[in-house]
């Protein structure tokens, strides 16, 4: 009845209109409510159609092109074909198991829309399904968002966080029509984990258990944030437990979203067995699993596990203090169940924990020596664990903390010593400005949010605020994370406007009603005129009400007009075609990269294998159909480490890597013409520092002058011979670029060329695309 | 009439591709056609028996003045001639298209050379010779002298036509009949070029020679000496081009008629224009064991078998050809399987193997690399993939107890379940059945 008023209230002049076609107050409020949230689901997938408009059906950047080709892959060749896909295209000599090495979800869902599609008989191409796929999920994101909000809060909240999430920034950066990746269909699955999670626990039924489990399983069948919920969902449970509010319903909800949930996870070839040992000491929080396991694959799962394991830190940091005796008896429970039978624990451990010392309590029938019992378990699992590690770490069964557990506690520590995750950008830490430009009043409503749902506190408030501070933290050590925390941003936020706007409403409509009601009856019932009558007293209240509405309603107005600006100007770039203004203001489109791969499948032999940096395979194998030596999929570090290191080598020393390779061209990205500065030469250092970090005789100071990166005429002699720069500026010293400036003026850096006269000796140049930015050279084979 | 314009057109087809037929091919490797470029014309006469030799074999001599205006090895992007004679020592700049670099594409595209300069080598001739990897001695005045095997000559004391019967042992370059006579040589001498591992020595000279001008005293020790000095070198180059390099023209003349000069430029041009030592590999095939197609992937642990037909050229017909040391690799950026193949005398090589348990783009390599022959280097890529999911066993002895686990669980198990259901199934007042199971219940007992 809450959420009813809350709408009324909402759209008192709706209502209004409404009443006078004679519905009744609940029917009124069900179309307003339905045909608000239809209007959202249209503008969540039309706001994301920008870049279709602009430029042309296309998928955007290089990861999706990847999911593009597997997915034309599945749908070709099949699902069983798909599933043990060996693709000997990419990773030359080494080959990649596609099948077990991705996350298929995106794949599978995108094929069966495109089947779904053509069932009804509209022939589309699967390109259109992969580039609108990401849209149309968001809708849906938006409807669970709604139901969320209900779950959580009220309709109202509901409703907000539908219209918030929609068009939220952080969200659209990655689910913009063609930006065809995991995520676009993930934050649904996430959100929609969640919102059965907490339906599961209010309702304590296990169906909804189930269908948590199930959206599970689709959330790690789609992409690596997986590990969020896994860790969040016992953190929560953990924090119940804690605080006393532990009760039957959680104990249903979690058991069968957490077993089912594990062993559906486990189906995914990717994440395998590795989902229990990860599962198990992310709930169990021991000490030897922080160091083994996880750890090894850190390099296939990058970014995702590195949240994961930073949270690890966090909740050893967290837990330690504050859990104390309880938890310890737990730990070491485990311990001990652990040794019986390692998969029969999983998600047994905190209600039978529990319950046993409930038992014992009862048993002992005496706080004191209740007290006594808990002190003298608590000191014997210490010092058995304490045992167990030392002997573990003397034998050599758990291997000694290395650098890599800090990199738990310090975010920043992959950046310092792994080359290759602090490399990309979207791993940096989050600048304030993005965070202000991805959530915009978001940001402030949030703590705003938190204090309503403390004050309301109940088992679906704590679990919206753990996963708003918890996803807030993460968002903070890196970009891409930010996207995880939106529909807990939007959640909270959702929250603070609509009880806000409900109370301030209730304020406007109440003492309206007691005026109308004073006039004509003089006496009220309602608790709201009563509140009412006696806020009269205050002056300027219903001003001050009116003030603050306004106020509300020009933030949000302003949220919408900064969203659509945002995914008009800054999100909607496909990044493979780029945009300028001419000197005449007009656009100018560079279609260099495509050029380049239509080349390459054009002009090149079949089995021909491309070395480049590894950012543009996945867009050769995808757009030029051809080999490369390394990808996007960063696998292996030796292998580019290898090619870094090529391109760091003088041409000599290189043509031995490239013939070792079997390379036949080598392309490279080149930004001096058009001065579009994220090209190879920028990214040159990191090839230097990924490529030194496996060979040593690749040393960063050999090409920096006095710690300083340059092109110029001052640079490193190494920088001015080795083979990337060569590969650059190959003749580009003829070249004038700007007016007024001389030949050799690279546009991307401001400066004029120090090696103007470059010369291959064994690689001859075969396409240069028509602004320089991609650059194709021919290993001259058999001389 | 429109058969007989058919049959015009196939003929003049014919006629035009005919000239063709008779050149150099994959398919019959010996050279046909040679352009001979001398200083003077004379050298047809002076030189007949090498020329007769080359045209009883079958060659088409073209001879041309060096600085004729009209050279041109290629016309329309083809060339013209599949071999080239340069026995014009003193020539300062060629006429016509011809230069330094025509020489070197020439060979570059796999024709064959033969280089011959003598003490009035012009810079020209020294420079061709340098990019093939000879140097000839840098005093343009030296010859090779050789005070202890020298031939008499009609000048006293004049030692610098020398005897040499240094020859490289290759029976694959200088043919199998022993060269008995030592061949004699007038003319300056060479060294390789160290960083070149193409070229080699086919004649060098005897210890006690060295490189020095007759005519004046020696102020200075001589550069060249010894058997460091070479005569006649040739080069077998990547591409199968191959090249003969002497520091005399008068090596090839008529003049030597009791030495074993004839013999040794006969044999050394059969071996140059690729009358000898020319291989082919053809239907390099592979298969798993026990099957016929050659399949597009393997899988770890497959069983396959590779084979290769390797022949050689005789001049007139492709011979099988008979080695032991043939080998293949199986290769992924280094070799995990290395074989060598056995024959069947019939020129068919083969071999098999278990695929490594490694996947990835492997290759099967043959790189065949013999003195004097032309090199093989075959190489085809196969891709290696894993198991897919249903070819892993089924069922593992480790994984028994699991299995039993999978039936027994904490509260219900598996026969429980089935009793029940069944019960409650087969018993005809489903209503009212014996345990009244109560899911809900259960699971508010827990």
């Known amino acids: ?783 | 009439m429109a058969t007989s314009g058919w049959f015009l057109t196939l003929t003049l087809a014919l006629v035009s591709v005919l000239p063709l037929c008779v050149a150099f091919s994959a398919e019959s490797p010996t050279d046909r056609r040679i352009l001979v470029l001398v200083d003077d014309l004379s050298i047809r006469s002076s030189h007949s028996i090498f020329f007769d030799s080359l045209k009883s074999r079958g060659f088409d001599l073209d001879f041309k003045l060096a600085d004729d205006k009209r050279l041109a090895l290629q016309r329309y992007g083809k060339y013209l001639y599949d071999g080239l004679i340069l026995f014009s020592p003193s020539i300062k700049s060629f006429g016509g298209s011809l230069n330094t670099a025509a020489v070197l594409d020439f060979v570059d595209s796999g024709h064959d050379l033969i280089l011959s300069a003598d003490e009035t080598a012009s810079d020209l001739i020294r420079d061709i010779a340098i990019e093939c990897g000879i140097d000839f001695d840098e005093d343009q005045s030296s010859v090779v002298i050789d005070h202890i095997s020298y031939a008499v000559s009609e000048k006293e004391g004049d030692h610098t036509l020398i005897a040499s019967d240094d020859f490289i042992r290759s029976d694959v370059i200088l043919g199998e009949k022993k060269i008995e006579a030592p061949v004699l040589f007038r003319g300056i001498g060479h060294s390789l070029n160290a960083a070149n591992s193409l070229v080699l020595k086919v004649l060098s000279a005897s210890p006690s020679a060295y490189s020095a001008n007759p005519n004046s005293e020696l102020s200075s020790p001589p550069s060249l000496t010894g058997t460091a000095i070479s005569l006649v070198s040739v080069v077998q180059a990547r591409n199968n081009a191959r090249i003969v390099i002497s520091g005399s023209l008068d090596l090839f003349s008529n003049r030597y008629e009791k030495s074993g000069n004839e013999q040794f430029v006969t044999e050394l041009s059969k071996w140059v224009f690729h009358e000898r030592g020319h291989l082919k590999a053809v239907n390099v095939k592979h298969n798993k064991a026990g099957e016929k197609a050659e399949p597009a992937m393997y899988r770890i642990n497959d069983d396959l078998e590779y084979s290769v037909e390797i022949y050689e050229w005789s001049g007139t017909s492709w011979k099988p050809y008979v080695a032991d040391d043939v080998q293949v690799q199986f290769y992924m950026m280094s070799p995990y399987v290395l074989r060598t193949l056995s024959h069947d005398q019939k020129g068919r090589y083969s071999t098999s193997f278990k695929v490594p348990d490694v996947y990835g783009v492997f290759q099967f390599k043959v790189e065949y690399q013999k003195l004097g022959y032309t090199s093989l280097s075959l190489s085809k890529q196969i891709p290696v993939r894993p198991y897919k999911h249903n070819e892993y066993e089924r069922f593992i002895k480790a994984a028994y107890p699991y299995y039993g686990a999978s039936f027994s669980m904490h509260h219900l198990s598996v026969p429980q379940i089935a009793g029940q259901s069944s019960i409650y199934l087969l018993s005809s007042d489903r209503t009212n059945f014996l345990w009244n199971f109560d899911f809900e219940k259960q699971i508010s007992e827990l």
Not at chain 1, 107 to 116: G, K
Request: hydrophobic share 45%.
């Open chain 1, 1 to 783: 009845m809450a959420a009813t008023s809350a709408m009324d209230s909402l759209s008192s002049a709706a209502t209004s209109a409404v009443k006078s076609l004679k519905l009744r107050t609940k029917q009124q409020e069900l179309l307003i409510r339905v045909s608000t949230l239809c209007l959202i689901y249209v503008l969540a997938f039309s706001i994301r159609l920008f870049s279709v408009l602009r430029y042309e059906s296309m998928i955007h950047e290089f990861d999706p092109y990847f999911n593009y080709r597997t997915t034309v892959y599945l749908s070709e060749n099949g699902f069983y074909e798909f599933w043990n896909w060996f693709d000997s295209e990419s990773w030359y000599p080494l080959g990649r198991i596609i099948g077990g090495t991705l996350y298929p979800g995106l794949m599978v869902t995108a094929h069966l829309l495109h089947r779904a599609i053509s069932a009804i008989r509209f022939a589309v191409h699967i390109r259109e399904v992969c580039v609108l796929t990401a849209p149309f999920f968001a809708s849906n994101t938006a409807v669970v968002a709604y139901l969320f909000g209900k779950e959580v809060w009220d309709t109202g909240a509901g409703l907000v966080a539908a219209a918030l999430i929609a068009v939220c920034p952080g969200y659209i950066s990655r689910s913009v029509a063609g930006s065809y990746d995991n995520e676009g269909v993930a934050i649904f699955a996430l959100l929609l984990t969640f919102y059965l999670f907490v339906k599961a626990v209010n309702t304590g039924s296990l169906s909804w258990a189930l269908a948590s489990a199930f959206s599970y399983f689709y959330m790690v069948s789609a992409w690596g944030g997986y590990v969020f919920i896994i860790n969040l969902v016992p953190l929560y449970v953990l924090v119940l437990l804690v605080t006393g509010r532990y009760s039957m319903r959680l104990y249903v909800a979690y058991n069968c979203m957490y077993v089912l949930g594990c062993l559906l996870a486990m189906q995914i070839r990717f994440v395998g067995f590795q989902h229990v040992q990860s599962g198990e000491h992310m709930a169990a929080m021991e000490v030897r699993n922080l160091n083994d396991g996880e750890v090894d694959s850190y390099v296939a799962q990058l970014n995702d596990l590195q949240a994961a394991v930073v949270w690890q830190g966090i909740m050893i940091v967290v837990w330690k203090p504050k859990l104390r005796d309880a938890v310890s008896v737990r730990s070491f429970y485990e311990w001990w169940r652990r040794r019986r039978s390692r998969l029969l624990i999983i998600g047994q451990n905190s209600k039978e924990v529990f319950y046993f010392l409930d038992y014992v309590k009862h048993l002992l029938n005496d706080p004191k020596l209740f007290n006594d019992f808990l002190r003298i378990t608590v000191t014997c699992a210490v010092s058995v664990g304490a045992l167990a590690i030392g002997v573990g770490t003397a034998s050599g069964y758990i291997s000694p903390w290395t650098g890599r557990f800090y990199s738990l506690l310090d975010p920043t520590y992959a950046k310092d010593h792994i080359p290759i995750i602090a490399s990309v950008s979207e791993h940096q830490p989050t600048a304030w400005s993005s965070f202000m430009f991805d959530f915009h009043i978001l940001l402030f409503l949030f703590p705003a949010g938190l204090y309503f749902c403390f004050k309301r506190l109940s088992d679906a408030t704590i679990f919206i605020v753990m996963y708003g501070l918890t996803s807030m933290y993460f968002a903070g050590v890196m970009v891409r994370l930010i996207l995880v925390a939106a529909p807990a941003m939007c959640l909270i936020s959702a929250i603070a406007v609509s009880a806000t706007l409900k109370n301030l409403t209730s304020l406007l409509r109440s003492k309206s009603k007691v005026q109308a009601v004073s006039s004509s009856k003089g006496t009220s019932s309602t608790k709201a005129s009563m509140k009412a009558s006696l806020d009269q007293s205050l002056p300027f209240q219903r001003n001050g009400a009116i003030t603050l509405l306004l106020g509300a309603f020009y933030l949000l107005s302003r949220y919408a007009i900064h969203c659509t600006w945002v995914t008009s100007e800054a999100y909607s770039s496909p990044s493979i075609v780029l945009a300028a203004r001419g000197a005449y203001g007009g656009r100018v489109i560079f279609d260099d990269y495509r050029e380049a791969y239509f080349w390459l499948r054009q002009n090149t032999a079949p089995d021909a294998k491309i070395m480049s940096w590894w950012d543009y395979g996945y867009q050769i194998t995808a757009m030029g159909n051809r080999t490369v030596i390394v990808d996007n999929n960063t696998w292996n570090n030796t292998h580019i480490a290898t090619v870094g290191r090529a391109m760091a080598s003088y041409e000599d020393e290189a043509y031995e890597i490239i013939q070792s390779l079997d390379v036949d061209y080598v392309l490279v990205v080149f930004g001096g013409v058009t001065g579009y500065s994220s090209d190879d030469i920028n990214k040159f250092l990191w090839m230097v520092r990924i490529g030194g970090g496996v060979f040593p005789v690749i040393k960063e100071p050999d090409y920096l002058v006095n710690g300083e990166y340059r092109v110029d005429k001052g640079a490193a002699p190494k920088m001015l011979n080795c083979l990337m720069y060569k590969l650059s500026y190959y003749r580009f010293g003829e070249l004038t670029t700007e007016y007024g400036q001389p030949p050799g003026y690279d546009r991307a850096r401001g400066v004029e060329i120090g090696n103007k006269n470059v010369k291959l000796e064994h690689l001859e140049e075969a396409f240069t695309t028509s602004n320089w930015i991609v650059r194709i050279y021919k290993s001259s084979a058999t001389f």
